[in-house]
């Protein structure tokens, strides 16, 4: 019997995520809790397809491609809209943006060249690169609190939530405790880019010297 790949559990997962970000772009502009709760639960269902994949044996280069998508569509989607929010600060989100996309385009496009997973790291690159890839939980962690700083951010342009240190309300605590991390997850993503960049040069280089 021919499997159906587009019905592999981790799929489904990944389908529902597109679903609830949609859900959450849609609401984003009136109902500030629906549109965090559907957003934060497509990304915390970013930790499971992977699971599920590995656990059924279903890892399949579509899904890796559906989870890539999903996770670089929604946090742009919420970036634009913080750019709008936030006009003051309308650079910085379209920086992070435009450098989120371009550095996981690099690192697929340069290790699909090498023959590998969008994943890996060869053992002389940036060490914590290799760590970030390697390591689950400085993975998730990474992740995770990029994707909450960013969301707090958005929670705050309507409400900063109930007092709980002098002035700053609980949103406004839980976005200052995320920012190192989405700090650090942005420069990863510098890394990531000038990485893939070299092994593209590098390529190159070997391909000419083959040619010659």
Same mark, same amino acid.
């Given at each position: /019997?021919?499997? *159906?790949?587009?019905?592999?559990?981790?799929?489904?997962?990944?389908?529902?995520? &597109?679903?609830? /970000?949609?859900?959450s772009f849609y609401y984003m502009a009136t109902?500030?809790?629906?549109? +965090? &709760?559907?957003? @934060?639960?497509?990304?915390?269902?970013?930790?499971? $397809?992977?699971?599920?994949?590995?656990?059924?044996?279903?890892? +399949?280069k579509f899904g890796a491609v559906l989870d /890539?998508? +999903? $996770?670089?569509?929604?946090?742009?989607?919420?970036?634009?809209?913080?750019?709008?929010?936030?006009?003051?600060?309308?650079?910085?989100? =379209?920086?992070?943006?435009?450098?989120? =996309?371009?550095?996981?385009?690099?690192?697929?496009?340069?290790?699909?060249?090498?023959?590998?997973?969008?994943?890996?790291?060869?053992?002389?690159?940036?060490?914590?690169?290799?760590?970030?890839?390697?390591?689950?939980?400085?993975?998730?962690? /990474?992740?995770?609190?990029?994707?909450?700083?960013?969301?707090?951010?958005?929670?705050?342009?309507?409400?900063?939530?109930?007092?709980?240190?002098?002035?700053?309300?609980?949103?406004?605590?839980? !976005?200052? !405790?995320?920012?190192?991390?989405?700090?650090?997850? *942005? !420069? =990863?993503? &510098? =890394?990531?880019?000038?990485?893939?960049? $070299?092994? @593209?040069?590098?390529? $190159?280089?070997?391909?000419?010297?083959?040619?010659?």
């Open positions: /019997m021919t499997e *159906n790949v587009y019905l592999f559990v981790p799929n489904l997962i990944g389908y529902a995520r &597109i679903i609830l /970000m949609f859900v109902d500030v809790w629906t549109a +965090t &709760i559907t957003y @934060l639960l497509s990304q915390f269902l970013d930790a499971f $397809d992977g699971h599920a994949a590995r656990a059924l044996n279903q890892c +399949t /890539m998508v +999903t $996770d670089r569509c929604s946090t742009m989607g919420l970036l634009i809209v913080l750019a709008s929010f936030y006009p003051k600060y309308q650079f910085f989100f =379209i920086f992070v943006t435009v450098l989120d =996309i371009a550095s996981h385009w690099v690192q697929v496009y340069s290790n699909l060249s090498l023959g590998q997973s969008h994943k890996a790291v060869k053992e002389s690159g940036n060490w914590f690169l290799r760590l970030y890839y390697t390591s689950r939980p400085v993975l998730f962690t /990474m992740c995770a609190g990029n994707e909450l700083f960013f969301a707090m951010l958005y929670v705050m342009h309507f409400t900063t939530g109930p007092i709980v240190f002098g002035t700053y309300g609980v949103v406004h605590v839980i !976005a200052m !405790a995320c920012f190192p991390i989405s700090f650090t997850k *942005n !420069a =990863i993503n &510098i =890394i990531q880019l000038v990485g893939g960049f $070299d092994a @593209l040069a590098e390529l $190159d280089v070997e391909a000419r010297q083959k040619a010659e």
